[in-house]
Nanobody, 129 residues
Framework: QVQLVESGGRLVQAGASLRLSCVAS????????MGWFRQAPGKEREFVAA????????YHANSVNGRFTISRDSAKNTVYLQMNSLKPEDTAVYYC??????????????????????WGQGTQVTVSS
């Protein structure tokens, strides 16, 4: 199994930038992809971005494309989410997730919650207007 620990969330003003980090430990050799999701109060968990571990190919949700960037440091078993031009609607708990078992035919299939078999505890991001 892979354990995940997120960090970096905090209260910021609109227009600010933040970088979230997620450190993976355990059976990290089995990682196929990692992703970031978010969940606002009263809403469903929403896909933000995903990255394929072996080649770094990434995919971002339309709502964050051009503002957020997912990246990974394989040597540190860490995935990052660089968030720029933050908006109040970005306020949510951000979760890191890992996929160790499935090999989707397309990176676009990594938007689905069901693809992931491990989740972090989440880190709160609050953007004030």
């Amino acid at each position: 199994q892979v354990q995940l620990v997120e960090s970096g969330g905090r209260l910021v003003q609109a227009g600010a930038s933040l970088r979230l980090s997620c450190v993976a430990s355990g059976q990290t050799f089995s990682t196929y992809a990692m992703g970031w999701f978010r969940q606002a109060p009263g809403k469903e968990r929403e896909f933000v971005a995903a990255i394929r571990w072996n080649d770094g190919n990434s995919y971002h949700a339309n709502s964050v494309n051009g503002r957020f960037t997912i990246s990974r440091d394989s040597a540190k078993n860490t995935v990052y989410l660089q968030m720029n031009s933050l908006k109040p609607e970005d306020t949510a708990v951000y979760y890191c997730a890992v996929n160790t078992r499935l090999r989707p035919a397309s990176i676009r299939m990594l938007v689905a919650v069901a693809v992931y078999d491990g989740w972090g505890q989440g880190t709160q991001v609050t953007v004030s207007s």
